[in-house]
């Protein structure tokens, strides 16, 4: 796939088809991410985002299609690899490890870039010691910063909120020093304020670490307000895609999200009923 | 005559000797039930396949005490990995009552091979401890019992330092609390499983090893491993701690009881201690709260 400007996007899904038993959660599903932009997949509960991501970050094995990060065909790998070749995730429930501090969850998305393996830190306790240093003063400290959290940082997760919890997940994945960085839902239930933090802070990764990346959202608003490019799923199918004005104006769209004819078709329906 | 002190404490020190054996075993048990989620029913014929090499080695090809018991707990640890491998691995995602019927039948499976290759009868295991009594103060304790405490409480300790410090430990314990985003901060949950197998199995083997000292081998000696599911589920089925204070509480208590009540009560007071915790904290001292009901 080659687009306008000639560079291969960071990341390719290419005819993706996921079913389980005579379910079809995916369906030739093909889109690009270019480097250095926010891609949003939007669409209806059930349509598949989540699905697509499992098979991007590779908890599920999708029946057809390939994906690529990089050029490269990952399809295959399994999720360490991804993850070790720059594909970092959050969750929808966040995933943190309860019971553990907000800095050594943070940590723990190093684990991704230690040079030596699980036996090398039993044998080599030296290397991996200092690899530990390394890590926490270098990588740790700017995120812990960037995200506003050091003030935390020696809670154990447990005890937060919800949207600071939210936070340390996305300082996790950002410890992973990732290439893109796939976010499900950052902003679902969190209140106003805690959504214009979070887009400032998803904007400023995008800016000043220069990560893409590729979000499922519900939360149009800040869709349009900070994406790039805008995929819409549907009954596990793309039914539109492009830039976010121009998906929010496609009759498909509008049809999808709410689920007879367009607006004026509703309005008129509603209308008809209530006289 | 008052309260006889030294003889309590003597009670006490064979307590904490059994209490220590029991938590090594106990810590099978944790370490497996929390990578994989699998309440594993074979720890005690593992721990008895352990004793078992051990016997085969140092009786049967007569090697050296310090390279049978080496090789023994290699032998555990392959024991461990291959059951993992080839049973459990495919066995993950089905129900937790399957899993854990599959591991009855694995012990059955270890009882029958023992049994074919060094019949049922119950043995001893070549003596490497010696028999000198030993004196702490005044107070009298067995040497094997010394011996086996000392031994199974290094080990703890060792473990529990891996558990803590080690970056595998870590990867456990990642894997134990969250297996997607451990598996998405690249940490490989499939060896981690394996590891987790492994080294429960080499405790287990250890234990089994020290217990046979003790008390001699027989292919029945897996219900060893009973008393020390008591001791996870009243410690909590994924804390390692709990399996630590467990173990002390089940062993003093057995031998309290066994002594001053009479020894057919040792099991009854285990049990009705399993049935309080079971009504005043169904998860175990210091286990979490969502384990799986069996």
């Not at chain 1, 599903?29 to 098979?55: D, M, R, Y």
């Not at chain 1, 939360?219 to 004005?245: R, W, Y």
């Not at chain 2, 030294?6 to 075993?25: H, I, N, P």
């Not at chain 2, 009786?59 to 392959?78: E, H, K, Q, R, T």
Request: charged share 15%; net charge neutral.
């Amino acid at each position: 796939m080659q687009t306008e400007s000639g560079t291969r996007p960071v990341l390719e899904v290419a005819d993706l088809t996921l079913s389980f038993g005579g379910l079809h959660a995916l369906s030739k599903v093909s889109f690009a991410v270019q480097e250095g932009t926010i891609a949003a997949v939007i669409g209806p509960n059930g349509a598949g985002k989540t699905s697509l991501f499992n098979c991007i970050s590779g908890f599920y094995r999708p029946q057809h299609g390939a994906i690529w990060c990089e050029a490269r065909d990952i399809s295959r790998l399994h999720p360490p690899e991804r993850a070790k070749l720059g594909l970092a995730r959050t969750f929808q429930n966040i995933a943190l490890f309860r019971g553990m501090t907000v800095l050594d969850n943070i940590k723990l998305g190093c684990h991704v870039h230690m040079r030596t393996g699980l036996l090398d830190g039993l044998l080599y306790w030296g290397r991996a010691e200092r690899e530990e240093i390394e890590l926490r003063t270098e990588i740790v400290e700017r995120i812990v910063d960037f995200l506003e959290i050091n003030h935390i940082r020696n809670q154990p997760v447990a005890s937060l909120a919800y949207g600071l919890r939210k936070r340390v997940e996305l300082a996790r994945a950002l410890a992973m020093k990732p290439k893109v960085l796939m976010l499900d839902e950052p902003v679902a239930g969190m209140n106003r304020e805690e959504t214009e933090d979070m887009a400032r802070f998803i904007l400023d990764v995008k800016e000043e670490w220069g990560i893409t990346i590729l979000m499922v959202e519900h939360d149009m608003g800040l869709v349009m307000d900070i994406s790039d490019h805008v995929t819409v799923l549907n009954f596990g199918q793309v039914i539109a895609s492009g830039k976010p004005a121009d998906v929010t104006a496609n009759p498909d769209v509008i049809r999808a999200y709410l689920g007879a004819g367009n607006v004026s078709q509703l309005r008129a329906r509603i209308a008809g009923r209530a006289a | 005559m008052g309260f006889d002190w030294l003889f309590f404490a003597e009670v006490t020190l064979a307590g904490l000797g059994s209490g220590a054996l029991l938590a090594l075993t106990a810590l099978a048990y944790v370490l497996i039930y929390k990578a994989t989620k699998v309440v594993n029913l074979a720890i005690g014929e593992m721990l008895m396949m352990g004793a078992y090499l051990f016997f085969g080695l140092a009786a049967g090809y007569s090697l050296p005490i310090w390279v049978s018991i080496l090789l023994a707990l290699i032998g555990g640890g392959i024991l461990g990995a291959v059951i993992e491998r080839a049973v459990i691995r495919r066995m993950l995602g089905e129900s937790a009552i399957s899993i854990f019927m599959v591991t009855i039948g694995l012990g059955s499976i270890m009882v029958g091979i023992v049994e074919i290759i060094w019949t049922p009868n119950p043995a001893r295991l070549p003596d490497f401890m010696g028999t000198a009594p030993l004196f702490i103060g005044d107070a009298y304790v067995s040497r094997k019992i010394a011996i086996s405490f000392a031994v199974a409480s290094l080990l703890i300790v060792g473990f529990v330092l891996a558990f803590r410090y080690w970056r595998g430990g870590i990867a456990l314990r990642a894997t134990a609390t969250d297996q997607g985003a451990a598996f998405s901060c690249g940490i490989n949950v499939p060896a981690v499983f394996s590891i987790s197998w492994i080294l429960a199995s080499v405790a287990a083997a250890g234990a089994g090893i020290l217990i046979g000292s003790v008390g001699g081998i027989s292919p029945t000696m897996g219900v060893f491993g009973l008393s020390a599911l008591v001791v996870v589920i009243v410690g909590g089925l994924d804390s390692i701690i709990g399996a630590l204070i467990g173990g002390l509480i089940v062993g003093l208590l057995e031998a309290y009881a066994g002594t001053y009540i009479g020894g057919e009560y040792k099991l009854v007071t285990t049990f009705v201690l399993l049935l309080l915790i079971l009504m005043l904290r169904p998860y175990g001292l210091l286990g979490t709260g969502e384990i799986e009901r069996l």
